[in-house]
């Protein structure tokens, strides 16, 4: 048999596959609206989104997929699947800091898929009204960054928000200095936000020492910007490059190459367990010594694993804080409940924010 005949038998066999896949995925799609028909006609009508259900599918094919492609690959398009199936149930409406291509936007792609009604705002606190206002089902928000450290803004917003974290989604961030100049020699100023400046110092103060850096609301905002000024540069990632047709300079300028920001979901309604969760807390001690071990020790004897611990300025007395915790497991999981419990007794106030699957890869 010759190379060509060889090359025609495998086009033959994916067209067959092509064809046997594209008919299982509108199967799906037709199953998909028959779970809507039910969920209207037991009057569920806000949304379909159901995040414990979609994590246990995503970890499902992650153990089951044998390659070639990569689990990453393989729950991309899946989420891309389930998204589009769910937009025929009822679209998604989530808000996120805009403008298009900014990390938040990455996030917000990443973790619902491309099939929902994107809502774009100008600041942290425009995601949550616009969550708390019924204006979108869902907001994307970044709480922490793994050079910088937790965006204490976001902190502050939850403490007085009725809403639930839902979710979260790590962005693995590359920074890149996008420009229309050519060379480096050429630029004058440099646009970005505030944290994605303090994540590139060491490359600028080595490759532009000097240049004038100004901090905006947005990396996708800072290209904009730059795009309409000569001797500028943006640092900002890929995607707003291709959005707004701007070219990279210089790829992956961050200084530390394991940067990382994790993001919020946040919504107006608590998610069930899906079997691998975390719960956030928000816990306010008294003022009296060993008032820190008392909340912890619930958590050693159970065995529960925390992941974080934050505090930050309770603004209600001087030199009052309280505590943002996320801990392994689910607020109903049985030893997670009895530590809640326990921790309750010996706190002023406990305070669950969100119990919610662990991002899936």
Excluded at 4 to 16: H, M, N, P, V
Excluded at 83 to 108: D, I, R
Excluded at 164 to 187: K, W
Excluded at 217 to 236: G, Y
Aim: with cysteine; net charge negative.
């Amino acid at each position: 048999m010759s190379e060509q005949e060889k090359l025609s038998g495998i086009r033959d066999k994916i067209d067959s596959l092509d064809q046997q896949i594209q008919a299982l995925i509108n199967q799906r799609a037709a199953c998909a609206q028959q779970v809507a028909e039910i969920k209207i006609q037991s009057g569920e009508t806000e949304h379909f989104y159901r995040p414990e259900r979609e994590a246990q599918v995503l970890r499902k094919i992650a153990e089951r997929n044998e390659g070639p492609l990569g689990d990453k690959e393989m729950a991309r398009l899946f989420r891309e699947i389930m998204s589009s199936c769910l937009a025929l149930e009822k679209p998604l409406k989530v808000a996120f800091l805009g403008p298009a291509g900014t990390y938040n936007h990455v996030a917000s792609l990443k973790h619902f898929g491309s099939f929902f009604d994107e809502h774009a705002v100008k600041s942290i606190e425009d995601i949550f009204r616009s969550v708390e206002s019924g204006q979108a089902h869902f907001g994307v928000a970044p709480v922490e960054n793994s050079t910088e450290g937790v965006i204490t803004h976001t902190l502050d917003l939850l403490i007085n928000s009725s809403l639930y974290i839902c979710g979260e989604v790590d962005i693995r961030i590359q920074h890149n200095l996008i420009s229309n100049e050519t060379e480096l020699a050429n630029i004058k100023k440099v646009f970005s936000h505030q944290q994605s400046l303090a994540q590139c110092r060491r490359w600028l103060d080595e490759h532009l020492p000097g240049v004038e850096q100004y901090a905006v609301r947005s990396n996708a905002e800072a290209v904009r910007l730059s795009k309409n000024e000569k001797n500028t540069a943006a640092i900002a990632g890929v995607m707003a490059a291709e959005i707004y047709e701007v070219p990279v300079l210089c790829p992956e300028i961050e200084d530390e190459p394991d940067n990382t920001t994790r993001f919020i979901v946040i919504g107006r309604d608590a998610v069930p367990a899906s079997g691998k969760d975390k719960t956030s807390l928000l816990i306010t001690t008294r003022n009296k010594p060993g008032s820190l071990y008392a909340f912890l020790k619930p958590l050693a004897d159970r065995g529960i694993g925390m992941t974080k611990i934050e505090s930050r300025p309770s603004r209600r007395g001087v030199w009052e804080y309280v505590f943002f915790i996320d801990i392994e497991g689910h607020k109903d999981d049985p030893l997670v409940a009895e530590a809640l419990l326990e921790i309750e007794h010996e706190t002023a106030m406990v305070r669950v924010l969100g119990a919610y699957p662990m991002a899936v890869l």
